[in-house]
């Protein structure tokens, strides 16, 4: 039984360029959440969708942005990119009531040069 | 604002000993709370979680208490084995506001290092 796949799992992109990152749910969860972990942090809560909709979101600006494909996937993209915005960014999925069946995928490591 | 404080960033332990592991929250609107392991590499794995309306929860090795009053809870891994060696996440979560919807607010990580 796979768990939450993301890919890529590392990126170097330059400042001003823009990011899509991907993420494949553990089979049976529909909802996704996005996660940015800063170096020394913990993660930080960006949004969750649920049947394709952004359901809520963290204190991130609108240059993070996603989408969800009706096969539960999802992409988390990120424009205009600062160094600020390096990062691990992790995907977790879960059932639509959501914390309990929580489950993380390995990341995508950002580094913005 | 740091609504999860973990304030110890390292906690060194020798095998077969116990590992406590320290976490605040200052949200008393908080009704569930989890922790998670995370090795290198990986991506956290969650570990123990605790309702409010407990103040304890084991399985196995690892127990986790609740002191609502003073808005503390703690992981106790007993016995420690090298294999715990790994960053700890605790998590709070806000279920009773009944949005339908619950995200995850993390603290900064404790690394736990046990040595043989």
């Known amino acids: 039984d796979a768990g939450v796949t993301q890919s890529p799992t590392h990126l170097i992109k330059t400042r001003g360029q823009q990011v899509t990152l991907r993420c494949s749910p553990k089979s049976g969860h529909d909802t996704v959440s996005w996660y940015q972990q800063a170096l020394g942090q913990g993660p930080q809560f960006i949004f969750q969708?649920?049947?394709?909709?952004?359901?809520q979101r963290g204190n991130f600006p609108d240059r993070f942005s996603g989408h969800q494909f009706p096969n539960y996937s999802s992409e988390l993209n990120v424009n205009a990119l600062l160094l600020g915005d390096s990062a691990l960014y992790l995907c977790a999925s879960s059932f639509p009531q959501g914390i309990y069946g929580y489950t993380f995928g390995s990341g995508t490591r950002l580094t913005v040069v | 604002d740091q609504q999860v404080k973990q304030n110890s960033p390292s906690l060194s332990v020798q095998e077969g000993r116990i590992s406590i592991l320290n976490c605040d929250y200052t949200n008393s609107m908080f009704d569930y709370f989890l922790w998670y392991k995370k090795y290198p590499a990986e991506g956290p794995t969650f570990l123990i979680s605790i309702s409010s309306i407990k103040d304890k929860n084991e399985d196995g090795r690892f127990t986790v208490f609740l002191n609502k009053s003073a808005k503390h809870l703690s992981l106790h891994i007993v016995p420690s084995q090298p294999g715990d060696s790994a960053v700890y996440f605790c998590?709070?979560?806000?279920?009773?506001?009944?949005?339908?919807?619950?995200?995850?607010?993390f603290g900064t990580g404790t690394r736990l290092l046990v040595s043989p």
């Open positions: 969708y649920y049947e394709e909709e952004e359901r």
């Open positions: 998590a709070a979560s806000a279920i009773g506001t009944n949005t339908g919807f619950q995200k995850l607010v």
